[in-house]
C-alpha cells in the first residue's frame, strides 16, 4: 500500500509539471499585451523595454519558464499590478480560502440532502416519492447554476429578507455569520451535485439491496435501519466518492459564476478579474491553484480505495 502511495504521488508531480507548462504556454499564446494594459495608452519604446527586461519577458520562453517555476516552488508568485497586492498574499491566503469554504459547505450539502433522499427513493422504489425524487434529480441537473442564484438572490434575500445577497464573512473569525452568509451560494453550488449524489445513491443502493448477502442480514433477523445503513449504504460509498472525486473538476467551474453572483472573492472571481485585465501571473496561479487541488483529491480518493474496500488491499 506504501508504495502504490509513492507511485501516486510521483504521478501527481507529473501531472502537476505537465498542467503548469501547458498553461503557462498558453497564457503567452493569448491575445493582449500585458505591459501595453501596464503602461497605459501612451508610452515610448524605452519604457516598454525596461518594464520588459524588468518582468523578465524579454527572455526566452524556456528561461521564462523555468524562473516562474522556481520562484512559484519557493513562494513567490509575483505582484498584481491591478489589486497592487503580493500574487501569493491575494491567492493563496486570501481567494483560496473563500473558494475553499464555499466548496466545503456545496459538498456537505450535496452529502446531506443527496444520500439520504437517495436512500429514501431507493427504499420507497416505484413509489411516488421515488418518483418525485427522480424530478428533482432531472430538474437540478438541468438547471442552471447561474440562474438559480440569480433566483435565490431574488426570493429569500429581496423578498423576504431572510439571507444576505452578497459579501463574504469568515467563518474562521464568526463561525455563525460565516454559515449565514454561505447558504444561499452554498446551495446554488451545491443543487447539482444533491441531484447526482440522488441518482447514483438511487441506482445502486437498488442494485446492492437485491444482493444475497442483503436477504441473508433481513433472514438473521436484523433491524431494518442497519441492513439499509450499515449493509447497504457501506457498500455503495465506493462508487460515490469516486463520482465526487471526477466531479471535483466540476465543482470548481462552477465556483466561477457563483462567486461572480454573489460576489464572493474566491479564485473564480480572482481569475475573472485576471483575465478581463492580462494579468497573466494571477491567472497562472490561479489555474496552478485549481490544479493542484483538483489533483491532490483525486489522489486522495484513490488512496482512500483500500480503506473503503478490503479486498483492493495488498495481502502481501
Given at each position: ?65 523555468a524562473d516562474w517555476a522556481l520562484n512559484f516552488v519557493r513562494g513567490d508568485w509575483g505582484t498584481s499590478y491591478v489589486a497592487r497586492t503580493d500574487i501569493f498574499t491575494y491567492g493563496f491566503l486570501e481567494a483560496l480560502p473563500v473558494t475553499l469554504t464555499l466548496a466545503s459547505f456545496s459538498l456537505a450539502f ?90 447514483l445513491t438511487r441506482a445502486t443502493l437498488v442494485e446492492v439491496l437485491a444482493q444475497p448477502y442483503i436477504a441473508a442480514a433481513r433472514a438473521r433477523g436484523e433491524p431494518g435501519w442497519r441492513v439499509i445503513w450499515v449493509h447497504g449504504v457501506r457498500n455503495i460509498a465506493l462508487p460515490l466518492v469516486t463520482i ?73
Amino acid at each position: 500500500m506504501l508504495r502504490q502511495a509513492f507511485g501516486k504521488i510521483g504521478q501527481t508531480l507529473v501531472v502537476l509539471f505537465i498542467v503548469s507548462f501547458a498553461s503557462f504556454g498558453l497564457l503567452k499564446l493569448a491575445p493582449g499585451d500585458p505591459i501595453q494594459i501596464m503602461l497605459g495608452s501612451e508610452y515610448s519604446p524605452q519604457a516598454y523595454a525596461a518594464l520588459s527586461a524588468e518582468l523578465g519577458l524579454d527572455q526566452p520562453f524556456w528561461t521564462q519558464y523555468a524562473d516562474w517555476a522556481l520562484n512559484f516552488v519557493r513562494g513567490d508568485w509575483g505582484t498584481s499590478y491591478v489589486a497592487r497586492t503580493d500574487i501569493f498574499t491575494y491567492g493563496f491566503l486570501e481567494a483560496l480560502p473563500v473558494t475553499l469554504t464555499l466548496a466545503s459547505f456545496s459538498l456537505a450539502f450535496a452529502i446531506l440532502i443527496g444520500v439520504p433522499l437517495g436512500v429514501l427513493s431507493a427504499v420507497r422504489k416505484d413509489t411516488i416519492f421515488d418518483a418525485g425524487a427522480a424530478v428533482f434529480a432531472l430538474t437540478g441537473t438541468a438547471f442552471p447554476s447561474f440562474l438559480l442564484g440569480i433566483l435565490l438572490i431574488w426570493f429569500f434575500g429581496v423578498k423576504l429578507g431572510l439571507f444576505p445577497v452578497m459579501g463574504y464573512v469568515s467563518p474562521w473569525q464568526d463561525f455563525w455569520g460565516g454559515i449565514y452568509h454561505m447558504i444561499l451560494p452554498a446551495l446554488t453550488l451545491s443543487t447539482y451535485f444533491i441531484a447526482m449524489i440522488t441518482r447514483l445513491t438511487r441506482a445502486t443502493l437498488v442494485e446492492v439491496l437485491a444482493q444475497p448477502y442483503i436477504a441473508a442480514a433481513r433472514a438473521r433477523g436484523e433491524p431494518g435501519w442497519r441492513v439499509i445503513w450499515v449493509h447497504g449504504v457501506r457498500n455503495i460509498a465506493l462508487p460515490l466518492v469516486t463520482i465526487l472525486g471526477l466531479q471535483l473538476g466540476t465543482l470548481l467551474q462552477g465556483t466561477v459564476l457563483t462567486e461572480t453572483v454573489f460576489n464572493l472573492p474566491g479564485i473564480g472571481q480572482m481569475l475573472t478579474s485576471a483575465v478581463l485585465g492580462r494579468e497573466y501571473g494571477v491567472v497562472q496561479a490561479g489555474v496552478m491553484m485549481t490544479a493542484t487541488l483538483f489533483i491532490v483529491v483525486n489522489l486522495l480518493v484513490d488512496l482512500s480505495y483500500p480503506i473503503l474496500d478490503p479486498r483492493l488491499r495488498d495481502r502481501k
